[in-house]
């Protein structure tokens, strides 16, 4: 999910730059094949946006951040961690399935900072200049036909690592827990082969 985000947000280039928080050595590699500007670790993202924004940091909190920050993991830590370094009056947007955890919204209040949900089934309406940038007729366009359009344009085949035969799937689903830790972005059934005899 967060390399989809990281693509698709330099292909819109609406922003001055793209900043990824990548945890395994692969998904920092295909972060940067997507366009972002710069790709971090969870532990330097709060220093390296006071450093971009040359911001003081009072806290927990920048004096500035991102002006946009997309948590694509949906835990409270990475909630937590996106409030922390948004911009005051900037907007945080909920992308990965969130989980039950507690977390303090407080900072959202005294920092007027926007929580926005966002899932597939939506309506956007585009300008000229982003429906250009994504091939799409400006005015109300489906989130689902964007998403369609777009993902053979971003090259997002290179998310798929790993392909197995469907009778090898206790390898290919215990390759998939691992995740990240095993060098895995997406793992797939490939129904083209068939099991040598």
């Known amino acids: 999910m967060g390399l989809v985000a990281t693509a698709v947000a330099a292909r819109l280039g609406s922003f001055a730059s793209v900043t990824t928080?990548?945890?395994?050595?692969?998904?920092?590699?295909?972060?940067?094949?997507?366009?972002?500007?710069?790709?971090?670790?969870?532990?330097?993202?709060?220093?390296?946006?006071?450093?971009?924004?040359?911001?003081?940091?009072?806290?927990?909190?920048?004096?500035?951040?991102?002006?946009?920050?997309?948590?694509?993991?949906?835990?409270?830590?990475?909630?937590?961690?996106?409030?922390?370094?948004?911009?005051?009056?900037?907007?945080?947007?909920?992308?990965?399935?969130?989980?039950?955890?507690?977390?303090?919204?407080?900072?959202?209040?005294?920092?007027?900072?926007?929580?926005?949900?966002?899932?597939?089934?939506?309506?956007?309406?585009?300008?000229?200049?982003?429906?250009?940038?994504l091939g799409q007729p400006a005015g109300s366009v489906r989130t689902f036909a964007i998403a369609l359009g777009l993902a053979s344009a971003l090259g997002l085949g290179r998310l798929v690592t790993h392909r197995y035969r469907l009778h090898d799937y206790v390898s290919a689903i215990a390759k998939a827990h691992d995740g990240g830790r095993a060098d895995a972005v997406k793992v797939v059934f490939d129904l083209t082969q068939r099991k040598a005899r």
């Open 21 to 133: 928080v990548a945890r395994y050595p692969r998904q920092r590699e295909l972060a940067a094949q997507l366009g972002a500007h710069l790709v971090v670790r969870e532990e330097e993202v709060v220093e390296r946006a006071r450093r971009l924004r040359s911001s003081f940091r009072a806290g927990r909190f920048l004096g500035d951040g991102y002006d946009v920050v997309i948590d694509a993991v949906g835990s409270g830590r990475s909630l937590q961690l996106a409030i922390e370094v948004v911009r005051p009056g900037g907007e945080v947007v909920l992308a990965g399935m969130p989980s039950s955890e507690r977390i303090d919204l407080a900072p959202l209040w005294h920092r007027e900072v926007r929580l926005k949900g966002a899932y597939a089934y939506g309506t956007e309406v585009l300008d000229d200049s982003t429906a250009a940038a």
